[in-house]
């Protein structure tokens, strides 16, 4: 009896023993089958997560890209914002190195965008702005070069229709006639060609009529000069000299004559100082601004 009861109980442990052997390779299973799942999982997140990270930093570079694209084409312009761009996009590129969370991140890189969407639109409002003053500056240019062409057209007209002016206002002589003298008794007058017997050389000439020329005193100068080339002058001082343009000039005498813009007939003598040689005597007319003319006179 004693036999079957112990045979009884080493059955009993047995089977417990089984249960308990059974129980742990279920739990050791589960656990496996757990440990497998979580590890498989855990990979799967991992996964995930580098892909949202590559995902973010992705769309950091683009953003930045076209940004710096932009900013080449103008970066006299964007120089300040450069700066503020560029601190978000490190701050961005410090929390994807951190994993921080996603949604922050995609905050940050939102606004980054935005930020860049409305500078690069401001950008472009400046540059059509730019490009409307540029064309309406090359408008500008164009238009004052044609005024100064016609600016410059005017005044050559003008200079011209002064020249004109000034030229019809010249006062003119005409029908000179020079002559030899000889003094006879009583005073009386008598031309010769005689070198030998001339006193005087007298001259006339008429002034032309001309109603734009200046009225009023004329000085008029007279040069005789004699065969050899030599000025007739009564001395060498300034008081026998007059300008001509840049040229001092010696006179052999002068006249003023009160001009009113119609003809007027003009005498001019000069009074032997040393007897006259024979040849060819050239005798000029000025007033103080003109060269009016001139003559010859022959003696024998």
Same mark, same amino acid.
């Given at each position: 009896m004693e036999n079957n009861k #112990?045979?009884?109980? *080493?059955?009993?442990?047995?089977?417990?023993?089984e249960g308990v052997i059974i129980a742990l390779i279920v739990i050791i299973a589960g656990l496996a089958v757990w440990v497998f799942t979580t590890r498989k999982a855990y990979k799967a997140d991992r996964e995930t997560a580098v892909t949202i990270q590559n995902q973010l930093q992705t769309e950091l570079d683009s953003v930045l890209t076209e940004f710096n694209t932009f900013k080449m084409q103008h970066d006299s312009i964007l120089v300040d914002k450069d700066s503020i761009i560029q601190n978000n996009a490190q701050e961005i590129r410090r929390l994807i190195a951190q994993q921080a969370d996603y949604f922050r991140i995609r905050r940050q890189l939102n606004l980054l965008r935005e930020v860049t969407q409305n500078y690069v639109q401001e950008i472009d409002s400046l540059v059509s702005v730019n490009q409307v003053l540029r064309a309406e500056n090359v408008a500008m240019r164009v238009e004052i070069q044609?005024?100064?062409?016609?600016?410059?057209v005017l005044e050559v007209?003008?200079?011209e229709l002064r020249g004109k002016v000034e030229l019809a206002s010249i006062i003119r002589a005409h029908n000179f006639s020079a002559q030899a003298i000889r003094i006879r008794g009583a005073g009386r007058e008598e031309a010769? *060609?005689?070198?030998?017997?001339?006193?005087?050389?007298? #001259?006339?000439?008429t002034l032309a009529e001309n109603p734009v020329?200046?009225?009023? *005193?004329y000085r008029i100068f007279m040069r005789i000069a004699d065969p050899a080339g030599n000025i007739l002058r009564v001395d060498d001082g300034d008081t026998h000299a007059f300008m001509h343009g840049t040229d001092t000039l010696q006179f052999s005498s002068s006249t003023i004559v009160n001009y009113q813009n119609q003809q007027k007939t003009v005498q001019l003598v000069w009074q032997r100082i040393a007897e006259f040689t024979p040849g060819v005597y050239l005798i000029s007319f000025y007033t103080d601004e003109h060269h009016l003319g001139?003559?010859?006179?022959?003696?024998r």
């Open positions: #112990v045979t009884n109980n *080493d059955k009993s442990k047995k089977r417990i023993y044609e005024a100064t062409t016609r600016t410059n007209e003008r200079t010769t *060609d005689r070198a030998s017997r001339a006193e005087q050389i007298k #001259v006339n000439f020329a200046r009225s009023g *005193d001139e003559t010859a006179l022959t003696l």
